[in-house]
């Protein structure tokens, strides 16, 4: 069965850093297509960033330059390290498996992790 | 704002069908599949229709999918309590993956 958990979230000061965690089962993450969609409170789906199987990563302009995604094949985890945060990020998190090659839907979702960035 | 266009809302009574369009240009949804998510409150989105028209196992078939050049439609019918929830649309505009603002269906 295919179950993806986020971790990682928490309240952080503008500008902070933070680094969320999505552990994989049920799938190898390093073989899949991987992404990043967060919601902020209220608000829709706003897509963040995305790693192909073969490493290339791709990031939303909001977040390039501040964000950067990557995985451990050994942990099958998913990682987003977050840094120079802003209010404008707090959002729910959520890691999604991209079904296959983009362009691709996402099959599975993780439950989300909240972020706040507040002072 | 969204690079795809969604209705805010949308309602109708149980058993009724109802209808959610998808717009977006040639960059996006005129060359590519369309997907559909459903969120119940409070939960995390959940696939509800993949390239353009198909339903992954464990969907009923009261949902439908439809793409027509620049645009999509999501079609339920059958409508039920349960069915009242966000409804986002997604494709994919170069490599970058892009959703419409989301419609909340109400089951009146």
């Known amino acids: 069965e295919v179950q993806l958990v986020e971790s990682g979230g928490g309240l952080v000061q503008p500008g902070g850093s933070l680094r969320l965690s999505c552990a994989a089962s049920?799938?190898?993450?390093?073989?899949?297509?991987m992404s990043w969609v967060r919601q902020a409170p209220g608000k829709g789906l706003e897509w963040v960033s995305v790693?192909?199987?073969?490493?290339?990563?791709y990031y939303a302009d909001s977040v390039k330059g501040r964000f950067t995604i990557s995985r451990h094949n050994s942990k099958n985890t998913l990682y987003l390290q977050m840094n120079s945060l802003r209010a404008e990020d707090t959002a729910v998190y959520y890691c999604?498996?991209?079904?296959?090659?983009?362009?691709?839907?996402?099959?599975?979702w993780g439950q989300g992790t909240l972020v706040t960035v507040s002072s | 704002q969204s690079v795809l266009t969604q209705p805010p809302s949308v309602s109708a009574a149980p058993g009724q069908k109802v209808t959610i369009s998808c717009s977006g240009s040639?960059?996006?949804?005129?060359?590519?599949?369309v997907s559909w998510y459903q969120q119940l409150p409070g939960t995390a989105p959940k696939l509800l229709i993949y390239?353009?028209?198909k339903r992954p196992s464990g969907i009923p078939d009261r949902f439908s999918g439809s793409k027509s050049g620049t645009s999509a439609t999501l079609g339920i019918t059958g409508l039920q309590t349960g069915d009242e929830a966000d409804y986002y649309c997604?494709?994919?505009?170069?490599?970058?993956?892009?959703f419409g603002g989301g419609t909340k269906l109400t089951v009146l």
């Open positions: 999604a498996r991209v079904a296959a090659a983009p362009p691709s839907y996402f099959d599975y």
């Open positions: 049920g799938f190898t993450v390093s073989s899949n297509y």
């Open positions: 790693i192909y199987s073969g490493g290339s990563t």
């Open positions: 040639s960059s996006n949804i005129g060359n590519n599949y």
């Open positions: 390239d353009n028209n």
């Open positions: 997604g494709t994919w505009d170069s490599s970058d993956v892009v």
